[in-house]
């Protein structure tokens, strides 16, 4: 099978984000943005919750009601949305940006965007899989894949999407020439979404990038997840902390935040539009039978019961 390989110049930004400290988380990603850009980065990658940090993960459920209630904000008229985009406009650079609370309507998604150097959003992302967690305190289910074309094509997971090989493999069979997962940070690091993202970085032929971060309350230590970088043939690339190694494309922003710049190869595979339709068809296939199979499991059920 023949492939192609092109270079990708992405910045990560692996950056601390305080609780519910929407202005300095700010003027943290205002720094990386713009240092990404001095470095020649065309696209940086910014973590999930950027205004408020994962407050999903470290505050007590009273909290979460209220947090909920008054910090979901309106894509694109909300207040993060607009610092998007005008700090794309400045560094004339395409952001994309994990997760968001995003209220529409009476329903709260977990929303991420991505946003052209002229300021538009380009591309909108509802996480699709939601844990017994999420649906207890209110959050709704996206209904659409988001795949993004910013001269290459990001496929966008975010945080419980990457255990589920489908989300992964449907971004492929959409052209997706990388994978972007946005995990959720918590107080301890699941060791098993290494394997998992190595996995579907193999399965699906493309490199895949997990955007990790630091959490702080005031000045105490609360959560450190790695930035991981996985490549189909490679394996994990690069593992970043703010205490790893010190590599040449890496930007030491402050003490808190570092910025890595990525040169990832593409493994696009040819003819893709061929590729697209059997795997579709497999899918298809799959799926089929087994909707087919529950039908019956569940008549059975039916007929025991009565």
């Given at each position: 099978?023949?492939?192609r390989?092109?270079?990708?110049?992405?910045?990560?930004?692996?950056?601390?984000?305080?609780?519910?400290s929407?202005k300095?988380?700010?003027?943290?990603?205002?720094?990386?943005?713009?240092?990404?850009?001095?470095?020649?980065a065309?696209?940086?990658i910014?973590?999930s919750?950027?205004?408020?940090?994962?407050a999903i993960?470290?505050?007590?459920?009273?909290?979460?009601?209220?947090?909920?209630?008054?910090?979901?904000?309106?894509?694109?008229?909300?207040?993060?949305?607009?610092?998007?985009?005008?700090?794309?406009?400045?560094?004339?650079?395409?952001?994309?940006?994990g997760?968001?609370?995003?209220?529409?309507?009476?329903?709260v998604?977990?929303?991420?965007?991505?946003?052209?150097?002229?300021g538009?959003?380009v591309?909108k992302?509802?996480?699709?899989?939601?844990?017994?967690?999420d649906?207890?305190?209110?959050?709704?289910?996206?209904?659409?894949?988001?795949?993004?074309?910013?001269?290459?094509?990001?496929?966008?997971?975010?945080?419980?999407d990457?255990?589920?090989?489908?989300?992964?493999?449907?971004?492929?069979?959409?052209?997706?020439?990388?994978?972007?997962?946005?995990p959720?940070?918590?107080?301890?690091?699941?060791?098993?979404?290494?394997?998992?993202?190595?996995?579907?970085?193999?399965?699906n032929?493309v490199?895949?990038?997990?955007?990790g971060?630091i959490i702080?309350?005031?000045?105490?230590?609360?959560?450190?997840?790695p930035?991981?970088i996985?490549?189909?043939y490679?394996?994990?690339?690069?593992?970043?902390?703010?205490?790893?190694?010190?590599?040449?494309?890496?930007m030491?922003?402050?003490?808190?935040?570092?910025?890595?710049?990525?040169?990832?190869?593409?493994?696009?595979?040819?003819?893709q539009?061929?590729?697209?339709?059997?795997?579709m068809?497999?899918?298809t296939?799959?799926?089929k039978?087994?909707?087919?199979?529950?039908?019956?499991?569940?008549?059975?059920?039916?007929?025991?019961?009565?």
């Amino acid at each position: 099978m023949e492939k192609r390989y092109n270079l990708m110049k992405i910045a990560i930004a692996h950056m601390t984000l305080k609780l519910l400290s929407k202005k300095l988380n700010f003027e943290r990603a205002k720094k990386v943005v713009h240092e990404a850009k001095q470095k020649g980065a065309k696209v940086v990658i910014l973590p999930s919750m950027i205004n408020l940090g994962p407050a999903i993960s470290f505050t007590s459920p009273a909290q979460l009601k209220s947090i909920l209630k008054n910090h979901a904000e309106r894509i694109p008229s909300g207040g993060t949305a607009y610092f998007l985009s005008t700090l794309a406009v400045q560094n004339s650079i395409f952001i994309i940006s994990g997760p968001i609370l995003e209220r529409a309507g009476p329903k709260v998604f977990l929303t991420s965007l991505a946003i052209s150097p002229t300021g538009n959003i380009v591309g909108k992302y509802r996480k699709i899989v939601l844990s017994h967690s999420d649906i207890s305190i209110g959050l709704s289910s996206g209904k659409s894949l988001e795949v993004v074309d910013m001269k290459e094509k990001y496929g966008i997971m975010a945080e419980w999407d990457s255990y589920h090989p489908e989300i992964a493999r449907g971004l492929t069979i959409l052209g997706s020439t990388v994978l972007i997962n946005f995990p959720r940070i918590e107080p301890v690091f699941d060791k098993k979404l290494k394997k998992i993202l190595e996995t579907r970085s193999i399965e699906n032929n493309v490199p895949i990038m997990s955007i990790g971060g630091i959490i702080k309350s005031q000045d105490q230590f609360l959560a450190e997840f790695p930035s991981l970088i996985y490549d189909p043939y490679e394996g994990l690339l690069e593992e970043i902390t703010l205490e790893s190694k010190k590599e040449e494309k890496t930007m030491k922003v402050s003490d808190e935040d570092k910025v890595v710049l990525l040169e990832l190869q593409n493994y696009t595979q040819k003819p893709q539009l061929q590729e697209q339709k059997y795997l579709m068809e497999l899918f298809t296939t799959v799926y089929k039978d087994l909707k087919k199979k529950m039908e019956g499991q569940e008549e059975e059920a039916t007929k025991h019961s009565e």
